[in-house]
């Protein structure tokens, strides 16, 4: 048994007795948030899964069309069909809150509007294994970017899901039992104090009929 350090007066009861309510829905709205984190946690995991086996696959097929374009072409040509890319891009960075849990969303904003914009040098001297690999890299993009919101969503609610664990097992394992303990001691303490006044209440009762009447009650 855990009691507190406290006075067990009835003030101090019915201010536990608020903390424990207080305490006992903050366990259930924790375990709610627990939970639910858990659901998004494995919807995100699943997904992680799937768009990581797909960006592999991607990328390994694009590594093999450039493997065969650099076997198939000169490196100098290479290298200067790669030099200057055509198109540009930048990144924003916002957040999402789910489940007090600010995870970002990357969304990209390219140079020109164009398709044709990944390709920055001629067809003349390049390899079609080039315009693949290329290609490519262009198709899984948006994936790579998926696939680091999820990682990182991830990981962000990880960390709140172990945060909200240690203080559900904090309230249910400790302050919940402590608050409990304590009322449970301080309803004794009161009980045993209302009868020690009672029987004093009937001694004294019984010593004035003494005094009254001259005999005993």
């Known amino acids: 048994m855990a ?46 899964k799937t768009l990581r086996a797909e960006v592999e696959r991607s990328i390994s097929a694009a590594a093999e069309h450039m493997a065969i374009a650099g076997a198939s072409m000169p490196k ?19 957040t999402k809150n789910i489940m007090s849990v600010d995870i970002p ?37 948006p994936q790579m970017l998926r ?26 394992h400790v302050m919940i039992p402590n608050y409990a303990d304590t009322i449970r001691y301080i309803t004794m303490k009161l009980d045993e104090n209302e009868r020690s006044s009672t029987a004093r209440l009937m001694k004294v009762k019984d010593m004035m009929l003494e005094q009254a009447h001259h005999y005993k009650y």
């Open 105 to 141: 969303v990357y969304s990209p904003k390219f140079k020109t509007a164009g398709e044709g914009d990944i390709y920055s040098y001629g067809y003349a001297e390049t390899s079609c294994d080039l315009d693949a690999a290329v290609k490519a890299l262009a198709d899984v993009f």
């Open 76 to 94: 100098y040509a290479l290298d200067t069909a790669l030099a200057m890319p055509k198109q540009g891009l930048s990144l924003e960075v916002e």
């Open 3 to 48: 009691i507190l350090n406290v006075n067990p007066t009835r003030m101090e009861l019915t201010r536990l007795k608020g903390k424990l309510a207080t305490a006992r829905r903050g366990h259930k709205l924790l375990k709610d948030k627990r939970d639910e984190l858990m659901r998004r946690f494995l919807e995100l995991v699943r997904e992680n």
């Open 147 to 172: 696939l680091a919101e999820v990682e990182k969503s991830c990981q962000m609610m990880a960390a709140e899901i172990e945060r909200t664990r240690r203080r559900v097992n904090a309230l249910e």
